[in-house]
């Protein structure tokens, strides 16, 4: 199947953002998202310690805790004049935020690594503007393929639902029902016991064939970061100019294991 997923992902968190303003508010102490209620997220300085993931021997266990969270939605300009410059992303005249949760679901001992990639604007928790299943199936030692899957057609919950210490939600998806999405998947390689990387390589670009598109996705403890690159027929960088834009999304909390 195709690697188009960060693609996709890419156009969707473009339209998001063309309706969003250039402020640079911060989220109130970055935390403002989440629940009041006693839920599954961890909110401490363990979340974003190499010391938690680095005890996690097997590199699939260890992506797939290094995933698992919530997270902030951030643009990162590059400037070769001024450095970064990142900015959440605003949107609805600076009264939304973007934010990403990825939700652990099921029993890992009975049905391997799966993710629930729920993704909302803060005043519309409850109505995700992308959620889809992921399951991360290890091919060898630092190989992992995030395979896509859609959704069952009555998964409903709402955010609180899906959040709360006491619920089943995510443990009572029939996985061996769920139908894999047309989305297609991607690979992750380890490239240090912290990092993984997706790299799509040179692909055709589906609206111009003669040119190409690449995207980076890179996973750490701290963060995902998606970079999308175009390039001409001879694969020369279309960016060019002194300024680069990123999207990354910073972890605000962890879930409890």
């Known amino acids: 199947m195709k690697n188009v997923i960060p693609y996709l992902l890419g156009i969707l968190l473009f339209i998001i953002g063309v309706s969003a303003c250039s402020s640079t508010q911060e989220i109130t102490s970055g935390t403002s998202f989440l629940p009041k209620k006693k839920t599954i997220l961890i909110q401490d300085k363990s979340i974003i310690q190499d010391e938690t993931y680095q005890k996690i021997k097997n590199n699939t266990a260890r992506l797939h805790a290094m995933l698992s969270g919530a997270y902030v939605q951030y643009t990162i300009w590059e400037d070769s004049v001024k450095g970064e410059d990142a900015r959440p992303w605003m949107v609805n005249d600076g009264k939304d935020s973007v934010f990403i949760y990825f939700l652990p679901a099921g029993d890992v001992n009975k049905v391997g690594h799966w993710l629930l990639c729920y993704q909302i604007l803060t005043s519309l928790p409850d109505d995700p503007v992308f959620n889809i299943l992921i399951n991360l199936v290890e091919i060898d030692r630092d190989t992992t393929r995030a395979v896509y899957y859609n959704v069952p057609n009555n998964f409903d919950p709402t955010l609180e639902e899906l959040l709360s210490n006491n619920s089943d939600v995510l443990n009572s998806i029939d996985f061996a029902l769920?139908?894999?999405?047309?989305?297609?998947?991607?690979?992750?390689?380890?490239?240090?016991?912290?990092?993984?990387?997706?790299?799509?390589?040179?692909?055709?670009?589906?609206?111009?064939?003669?040119?190409?598109?690449?995207?980076?996705?890179?996973?750490?403890?701290?963060?995902?970061?998606?970079?999308?690159?175009?390039?001409?027929?001879?694969?020369?960088?279309?960016?060019?100019?002194?300024?680069?834009?990123?999207?990354?999304?910073?972890?605000r909390a962890g879930v409890k294991r």
């Open 178 to 251: 769920l139908e894999e999405s047309e989305e297609g998947n991607i690979t992750y390689v380890r490239k240090t016991p912290l990092l993984f990387i997706n790299d799509s390589g040179f692909t055709i670009h589906p609206k111009y064939p003669k040119e190409f598109f690449r995207e980076i996705w890179e996973v750490s403890p701290t963060d995902h970061e998606y970079l999308s690159q175009y390039y001409d027929s001879t694969k020369v960088s279309l960016g060019g100019g002194p300024y680069r834009r990123r999207t990354k999304f910073v972890k």
